[in-house]
Each structure stands twice: as structure tokens, then as C-alpha cells.
């Protein structure tokens, strides 16, 4: 059994955000994800469904072509192979994010990308 919290695993950036993997398996992935504002993971489409659930915060979800404001509490499901980022807008972000499977390493590419050109939308 994986048992921590927020507090234990929090970390921010200057840069870009932080995600503190939690758990990983064949079957899922549990990160922390932490955001300054304006931060964000660029918008991408794996083949995993993705759960978000907002602890502290406020932001943007992108699913497909729709963005839906977040904040706490607030619990998104994106499935496998929709268009899906996360941004934070105002203040710190924090959220869940679990995957399922995790996505191999070259579905993340066009997050590199992205956070490369610092840019939010392909």
C-alpha cells in the first residue's frame, strides 16, 4: 500500500510543473500534480483514460475541444484518445491525476513539445 498526502509530496517549480509519482503499475498511474499559475501539461491525446480530481486551486481541463473550468473538489474523467491538457489559472494548482494504463513514454512526446515551446495547445 502506497500513503502519503499532499503536504508530504508537495513541490513546485519556477520552470514548469512538478508531478510526484505516487504509484505505478501495467495497469496505472497516481501522480501529484503541482502548478504556478499559468503552468500547465500541454495538450495531448494518449491512449489512456485519465481521472483529475482538483484539491487546491483553479484551472482549465481540456477534454476534446472543450475546456471545463476546475476547482476544488471538482473530479474530470478524460477517456483514452481524446485531446486532454491541464492549465492552472488563478493560484497554486494541485491535483490527482490518475492514468489508466499509463501511457508509454512516446504518447508524451507532444507534452515535451509543448513544454518545450511553451505552448499549451498543439
Do not use: C, N
Request: proline fraction near 8%; aromatic fraction near 6%.
Amino acid at each position: 500500500m502506497v500513503a502519503t498526502d499532499f503536504d508530504a509530496e508537495r513541490s513546485y517549480a519556477d520552470e514548469r510543473f512538478t508531478a510526484q509519482t505516487i504509484h505505478e503499475s501495467d495497469r496505472a498511474k497516481v501522480v501529484l500534480g503541482f502548478f504556478e499559475p499559468g503552468q500547465f501539461i500541454p495538450v495531448h491525446a494518449p491512449d489512456s483514460d485519465v481521472a483529475i480530481t482538483v484539491q487546491r486551486g483553479t484551472g482549465i481541463v481540456r477534454d476534446g475541444d472543450d475546456g471545463h473550468a476546475v476547482e476544488p473538489g471538482d473530479v474530470v474523467v478524460v477517456p483514452a484518445g481524446e485531446d486532454r491538457g491541464v492549465k492552472a489559472t488563478e493560484g497554486r494548482l494541485e491535483a490527482t491525476l490518475v492514468t489508466a494504463p499509463p501511457p508509454g513514454d512516446a504518447a508524451h512526446e507532444p507534452v515535451r513539445e509543448g513544454l518545450r515551446t511553451d505552448t499549451f495547445e498543439p
